[in-house]
């Protein structure tokens, strides 16, 4: 009897065993069928639709960069010329040459020169300063050339003259450096005649009104006129003249340009 219901409950816990394993298998199997087919349809739509937007968004995230790039192009290097220009001495012969704090002449520039009362210049402007200067006599306001050609190694020491009495800056305004002084050309001359000699005050002295008149006549020009501190770099010099013959000279003067400004060729500040 013993034996009997220990077979009967082995056959009973077999049948259990059989049974749980049966229901496991349909569970197993029909999770895998089910289970997966519509999950999977939406599982592959999500990642096409994830790979779409990633598509989508990568154009619009590499576009504003694109975009960008053709707003702010690379900067391109203006050249700029490196100042002073120098001018060679074929150049520095023409009578209509324009030296100033930005062209500046060779330092071993001499031009053809000739005696002329006060000094030595070149042929074209003695002669045309003889002649002026006999027709100021004429006019009652007679005037003395105090400078005319300078070289360049003259000009060393009356700039460094200069800025030891008034300091580099102030020196600056109304006296050229080595090479930039258009005395080394021998077609500028400063003129006086005891009154406010160098000084701006010359300019409202009898003498000075006759000669800012008369000098285009003679091929002269006031090269540093009143107001044009700016444009030519040096302040009002009523007394420089500088030769550029005569139809240059009234051209210039009824421009109402300077000579720089005339020529369209840049001035001002040695820099
Ligand atoms: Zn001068």
Wanted: glycine share 8%.
């Amino acid at each position: 009897m013993k034996k009997l219901f220990v077979g009967r409950k082995r056959m009973i816990v077999l049948a259990i065993a059989t049974l749980t394993v049966c229901v496991g298998i349909y569970w197993v199997t029909t999770n895998g069928k089910d289970m997966p087919e519509l999950p999977s349809e939406q599982e592959t739509t999500v990642e096409e639709q994830k790979t779409e937007e990633i598509i989508t968004i990568k154009p619009a995230e590499t576009t504003p960069a694109v975009v960008e790039k053709k707003i702010t192009p690379p900067p391109v290097a203006e050249p700029s010329p490196e100042w002073p220009v120098i001018l060679t001495n074929t150049e520095a012969t023409s009578l209509t040459v324009v030296i100033n704090k930005k062209h500046k002449l060779p330092s071993d520039y001499v031009p053809e020169l000739t005696d002329v009362t006060g000094g030595k210049m070149r042929p074209e402007a003695a002669q045309a300063l003889t002649s002026l200067l006999y027709k100021a006599d004429e006019a009652g306001v007679s005037m003395s050339v105090l400078s005319s050609y300078r070289s360049y190694s003259t000009q060393v020491s009356t700039y460094n003259k200069w800025v030891s009495q008034s300091g580099k800056a102030v020196a600056d305004t109304f006296s050229a450096r080595p090479g930039h002084s258009e005395h080394q050309l021998g077609l500028a001359a400063d003129l006086g005649n005891g009154t406010c000699n160098l000084e701006t005050c010359f300019g409202n002295t009898a003498a000075g009104k006759w000669l800012a008149n008369i000098a285009q006549d003679y091929g002269f020009i006031i090269r540093y006129p009143a107001g044009s501190d700016g444009a030519t770099g040096y302040q009002y010099e009523p007394w420089h003249l500088r030769y550029v013959g005569v139809e240059t000279a009234k051209a210039i003067v009824a421009s109402g340009q300077t000579m720089d400004q005339y020529y369209g060729i840049p001035a001002g500040d040695y820099q």
